[in-house]
């Protein structure tokens, strides 16, 4: 639960990035065929993955597939996924480290872009994607974002949300 500014604020333009994360399904990392997840990942039974992620993001969808859910916290690309799959759906090895999303700044719901001193997310941010114009107003450098969603989590008012890259 919230509170303070960023939970009223947050509580008047709705929860955007709640509804973002339910129609965008994000797959873990590790993996150049997302046909995997559909032909392999609903014979697997003890959902490896979803057990062995620290940072327990990895969630199954109505499908009995992995999607990431960066409410809960961001992908640190730790290789436990990868380590834990036993039908080579995700690979380590093989498979990409960076997801095929970007993080976006919803700026009408941004405390910062509103004039009120916050940078939960650049905090958030570990490769420095995020960057102010002085104090105020974030942008996200979608170059060097590479999709953990780790600022999603840490922003009070639900101002970030994740994008495929075309729409970011």
Not at 127 to 156: E, H, S
Request: one cysteine or more; charged letters at 20%; glycine letters at 8%.
């Amino acid at each position: 639960m919230m509170s303070g500014r960023g939970g009223i604020l947050g509580a008047l333009l709705g929860k955007k990035g709640e509804k973002n994360l339910k129609t965008l399904c994000v797959r873990p990392p590790y993996c150049n065929d997302s046909t995997l997840f559909e032909g392999k990942c609903v014979t697997c039974q003890d959902t490896p993955c979803v057990n062995a992620c620290p940072t327990e993001i990895i969630l199954l969808d109505a499908a009995h597939t992995p999607c990431l859910d960066f409410a809960k916290g961001g992908c640190s690309f730790c290789e436990a996924c990868a380590q834990a799959c036993p039908k080579d759906v995700l690979n380590a090895q093989t498979g990409t480290n960076v997801l095929p999303i970007r993080a976006k700044i919803d700026i009408l719901a941004c405390m910062a872009w509103h004039q009120s001193l916050c940078n939960s997310c650049l905090d958030g941010c570990d490769v420095r994607a995020i960057r102010f114009l002085g104090l105020f107003r974030p942008t996200i450098d979608a170059d060097a974002c590479n999709g953990c969603g780790g600022c999603v989590k840490v922003c009070p008012c639900e101002a970030i949300v994740m994008h495929t890259k075309e729409e970011a």
